[in-house]
């Protein structure tokens, strides 16, 4: 069994809720590929399809089974409850939720420790993510949990992401150090229900999806150093 920084696959891990308001925003993408990374590392992870489309769930069930990665279904904003039922054994629980403001976003925010909001690199996506840190943050009552963004389907030393890069951090919207680039194989491997970190498990996308899933694993542990 798996000892990762602060995380322990016999323990019962963090909450990792991946959430934005905007459609198509790579949450599915994201919380896929960080499920299966921990999976890979033995870390035991439980993944949360909280989305009535069920994308997770549909990609679990294609040929490679996103690595045999446990998966628990529940688009319900009762996920908090059965997140908090199930999550133990497993070293983290990754929650995917739907793109559009519900209920069930609200009840995947309120148990989750750190959250990840995937953001394109485009003026309106940020402006959207914007939108989404206030009304999700201000619907989880009494208590904010720690947010980051994500930039996802980026092309590496754009213009357009080193902006979108500065005009965040100038916002104080704190952002992750990796992005998630725009890269084919993500969809190559989602074709089979697989993610890059098992398709080819040295390539870049696995590099890149192993870079967040280390800041996740910081923030992370850092959290517990300052609740413990
Ligand atoms: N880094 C990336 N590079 C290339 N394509 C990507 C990347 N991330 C996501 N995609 C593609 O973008 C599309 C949307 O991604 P995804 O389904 O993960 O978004 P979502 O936020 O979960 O959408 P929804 O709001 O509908 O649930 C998919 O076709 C996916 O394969
Ligand atoms: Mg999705």
Redesign the pocket.
């Known amino acids: 069994m798996a000892r990762i920084g602060g995380l322990d696959a016999r323990m019962t891990g963090p909450v990792v809720t991946v959430a934005?308001l905007k459609?198509?925003?790579?949450?599915?993408?994201?919380a896929c590929c960080l499920a299966v990374h921990w999976q890979l590392k033995g870390l035991r992870p439980l993944l949360v399809d909280a989305?009535p489309?069920r994308?997770a769930t549909r990609l679990a069930e294609r040929e490679a089974a996103l690595g045999g990665v446990a998966l628990l279904e529940e688009a319900d904003p009762g996920v908090w409850q059965a997140i908090k039922a199930r999550r133990a054994g497993h070293g983290i629980t990754i929650v995917?939720t739907?793109?559009f403001d519900s209920e069930i976003t609200v009840a995947a925010l309120a148990v989750a420790d750190l959250v990840l909001i995937?953001v394109k690199a485009s003026p309106l996506d940020v402006d959207r993510m914007m939108d989404t840190v206030k009304t999700l943050m201000s619907g989880v009552k009494g208590w904010a949990p720690t947010f980051r963004c994500v930039l996802?389907?980026t092309t590496p030393g754009s213009v357009i992401a080193r902006h979108v890069r500065a005009d965040l951090a100038e916002s104080g919207f704190p952002l992750l150090a990796a992005d998630?680039?725009?890269?084919?194989a993500?969809?190559e491997a989602?074709l089979y229900g697989a993610t890059p970190s098992l398709t080819a498990a040295e390539g870049p996308a696995a590099r890149e999806i192993a870079a967040i899933a280390d800041e996740a694993e910081a923030l992370l542990s850092t959290k517990k150093a300052l609740t413990a």
């Open positions: 934005s459609g198509g925003s790579g949450k599915t993408t994201l989305d489309q994308s995917d739907p793109g995937p996802t389907q998630m680039t725009n890269r084919v993500y969809a989602a």
